[in-house]
């Protein structure tokens, strides 16, 4: 499904930010969440690259897979979880308890990003969730990892900042 006006208003990032083109699969049973993304060579970080053909080559940045992480951890809270950031909800990655960048993301050619919650915990207004991810280019295995984030509700005089996650 293409992306609903909604999803992207209520999202804490900016449409620029977001880098999701479609979302393919929720999977409410399972608990599981793809979207599509498509690098291209003017992604933040990436542009920046001094590339090498071989030494070098241009490829999405890591630091940029594990904010998608948190983008697909939205869309979980969003269409699983049924919680909106304009609700006062926010998510926050706690912990990344394994990852591996499996392979080198290449602008151009179509991403597919699962992420698939194995554990969550609902304690009041805080929700403790365990993350799978997985991101394929094509065929390829790019990125793995479990992750853990806390989504939290802040009331009108919360101050976010001070949360401890």
């Known amino acids: 499904m293409a992306l ?14 977001l880098f999701l083109e479609e979302i393919v699969e929720v999977n409410l049973e399972t608990v599981k969440v793809v ?4 690098p291209y060579d003017d992604l933040p970080l990436t542009r920046s690259q001094r590339v090498h053909p071989v030494r ?3 490829h999405v940045n890591g630091g940029l897979i594990v904010h998608m ?3 697909l951890g939205f869309v979980h809270a969003y269409y ?7 609700d006062g909800w926010i998510g926050y990655g706690a912990k990344i308890h394994e990852a591996r960048f499996a392979a080198l993301a ?11 919650a194995i554990r969550t915990r609902r304690m009041n207004d805080n929700i403790l ?9 094509g065929e390829t295995l790019v990125y793995e990892s479990e992750q853990t984030a806390m989504w939290l509700k802040v ?4 101050d976010p900042a001070s949360l401890h996650v």
């Not at 909604?6 to 930010?17: H, L, T």
């Open 106 to 116: 290449r602008p151009g050619e179509p991403m597919t990003l699962m992420g698939q």
């Open 56 to 58: 070098h080559p241009r």
């Open 80 to 86: 699983v979880l049924d919680l909106r950031h304009a």
């Open 155 to 158: 009331g009108e005089n919360g």
């Open 35 to 38: 979207a599509r993304m498509t």
């Open 69 to 71: 992480t948190g983008m």
């Open 4 to 17: 609903d006006e909604a999803f992207v208003a209520d999202c804490p990032y900016g449409p620029v930010a």
């Open 129 to 137: 969730a365990r993350y799978r991810f997985e991101f394929h280019q």
